[in-house]
């Protein structure tokens, strides 16, 4: 079988595993624009472009070169949903954090972060859940895991 390459711009179907599927745009670097679908039936490009994007993440490449998302189609490159900003949280010391955006990283607050999802690639088969985890209406373990951790409890000094 010959390997997919990646293009931004592209447009992928991601089954769902139960007859259904949903849509994502191709993004720079390895993320993705997950659309807010899931459905039977093929959307034509522009039906899926026109669909509010549910979340972005980063997936490694494999998703594409083995086929298991299937490329479906191209879109310019103005229609593209744009990433918002994620958070590194610093694994030796949790109360140091950084923000990541548009392949540049700065040093940033935890409170600047609050609100941001942390800075992962996801293997595709994690993604499918967290999508049908939303569609069931509960919480996903591997977006759980990903969470900001508290950092160390606040001392006081009596």
């Not at 694994?91 to 941001?116: H, K, V, W």
Request: glycine share 6%.
């Amino acid at each position: 079988m010959k390997s997919k390459k990646r293009t931004v711009g592209d447009i992928v179907e991601i089954p769902l595993g139960d007859e259904t599927h949903t849509y994502a745009h191709v993004l720079q670097e390895a993320s993705f624009g997950v659309y807010d679908c899931r459905v039977h039936e093929e959307l034509t490009m522009e039906q899926v472009v026109s669909r509010p994007v549910l979340f972005f993440v980063a997936v490694m490449d494999y998703a594409i070169k083995t086929g298991r998302w299937r490329i479906v189609g191209h879109s310019p490159l103005d229609l593209l949903p744009r990433r918002p900003p994620t958070f590194i949280q610093d694994a030796m010391n949790r109360d140091s954090f950084s923000i990541y955006e548009n392949g540049q990283i700065r040093p940033a607050t935890r409170e600047q972060c609050i609100g941001l999802e942390r800075t992962a690639v996801w293997d595709p088969e994690h993604v499918e859940e967290r999508i049908r985890d939303h569609y069931a209406g509960q919480k996903n373990k591997w977006l759980e895991a990903l969470r900001m951790d508290r950092g160390r409890p606040e001392t006081r000094v009596n």
